[in-house]
């Protein structure tokens, strides 16, 4: 099988590592890439939200599948331009990957499924966002309605932030606060079967304690040790098989990566967003714990056969990755840095690039890098991550000491 695959962050070098590790993947190709990348494929120059671009590249290198990372080739239909070529993409449709493009369509959806989640209302003025806002008790959650890189949701007691939040996004959905643990599970589904992975936890906040900004994610941990035995189940019985019911009723069938994020409150599981596709840094470490080829099962779900697929296999163990950061990220990430230790194992390279002169590695991002390994438990695969971040240089980095710390120490607790 000749595999491309589309982006060039930590998530998708996550997802070539572990598509290289497949014997039925021969071939595998990545546009853009990063160095990282380059490592296990060969990188092609795309502009990733070009669908008639991507779709032409796919047809160049002979591609059985296509594998699309990052939303926004998604929400420009990506997926619907190679498919129209005949070739198995996975990925969802445009229209499907409303549910992460637009919170307004997440929130109908949900609705007409029975889906429990948070209560919201659709603001674009002023007015309406004061009323909305009205409607709830501190702390406000008010998110950008399309997509904003996993960076256009504040969550704050400050009404006069929230409200300037509102008029920088134009367009924002106001929702009530859900109080309880966060969950990431993501969901393979070829829009009839969907097949669950494990639960993981990310850390969105740039500081200790959950302290500071919202980022893209500094770090992420599973399995979670904390987390009520029945959590899957419940949440692909109440969540997952009605929303793909909804969208096949409207239509729009969802084929691809569907990634429900999760707060775990005194009343249950409640639904905080969707995305359309794998979660990063999130992804790190579900794959590291992923025994099943993976071309294998992106394969059955993009050609509508995950029913015939074999039952996952999963490590025994678990993963920690944690994410060094530029100097200034969130708000305005430094570029151009130096790297030393970035090509060591459990490296997985995020925002780096190639200095044309040396070949130096510099970085080229926010989110630069991230040390990813596994132990025979938390605590171990804790220290083996840490051990990996403290091997890599980088001037003015940051990142967080407390990853996956409660959940080690045991100071995760659900609300009753």
């Known amino acids: 099988m000749r595999v491309l695959l589309l982006g060039g962050g930590g998530r998708e070098h996550a997802l070539a590592l572990r598509l290289a590790d497949d014997p039925s993947v021969e071939a595998l190709f990545a546009a853009p890439g990063n160095p990282g990348i380059a490592a296990v494929a060969e ?12 779709a032409g590249l796919a047809v160049e290198v002979g591609a059985d599948l296509v594998v699309i990372g ?8 990506v997926a619907d331009a190679v498919r129209a070529k005949g070739i198995a993409v996975f990925g ?3 229209e499907a990957a409303r549910l992460e493009g637009s919170k307004t369509f997440a929130k109908e959806v949900m609705t007409a499924a029975g889906v429990p989640t948070a209560r919201a209302y659709t603001c674009s003025d002023e007015a309406s966002t004061a009323a909305a806002l009205d409607r709830f008790d501190p702390p406000y ?3 950008n309605d399309g997509l904003a890189a996993g960076k256009g949701v504040v969550v704050t007691d400050d009404r006069a932030a929230a409200e300037a939040h509102a008029r920088e996004c134009g367009r924002v959905v106001i929702e009530e606060y859900l109080a309880g643990p966060e969950v990431s599970l993501f969901v393979v589904t070829d829009g009839e079967t969907a097949v669950p992975l494990l639960p993981a936890q990310d850390f969105k906040r740039v500081g200790d304690g959950d302290s500071g900004p919202n980022t893209g994610g500094m770090g992420a941990y599973a399995p979670l040790p904390w987390a009520p035995a029945d ?12 929303t793909l019911a909804e969208l096949r ?25 969707f995305n359309a596709r794998f979660g990063d840094p999130e992804t790190q470490v579900v794959l590291a714990l992923l025994e099943t080829p993976l071309g294998g099962l992106l394969h059955a779900a993009a050609t509508g056969s995950l029913a015939d697929h074999p039952p996952l296999r999963w490590r025994t163990g678990a993963a920690v990755t944690v994410v060094v950061a530029a100097e200034g990220y969130p708000a305005g990430p430094r570029t151009g840095d130096v790297i030393t230790g970035g090509e060591q194992p459990g490296v997985i390279h995020a925002g780096t690039a190639r200095r044309a002169a ?3 590695l510099l970085s080229a991002g926010g989110r630069v890098l991230c040390g990813t390994a596994t132990g025979p438990d938390l605590a171990a695969a804790r220290d083996a991550a840490y051990q990996v971040v403290r091997g890599v240089t980088l001037s003015g980095s940051h990142y967080r000491r407390d990853i996956a710390a409660a959940a080690v120490d045991g100071r995760i607790s659900l609300p009753v």
Do not use: C, N, Q, W
């Not at 009723?249 to 967003?273: K, N, Q």
């Open 43 to 54: 990188l092609r120059a795309v502009d990733p939200v070009d669908p008639v671009a991507v």
């Open 70 to 77: 990052p939303e926004a080739p998604l929400v420009a239909g």
């Open 92 to 94: 969802p449709s445009a």
């Open 141 to 143: 959650v008010v998110k």
């Open 231 to 242: 959590l899957v189940d419940e949440v692909m019985r109440d969540v997952v098989h009605p």
């Open 249 to 273: 009723h409207r239509g729009t069938p969802f084929s691809g990566l569907l990634y429900v994020g999760l707060a775990i409150t005194a009343d249950g599981p409640r639904v905080i967003e």
């Open 358 to 360: 040396d070949g130096a």
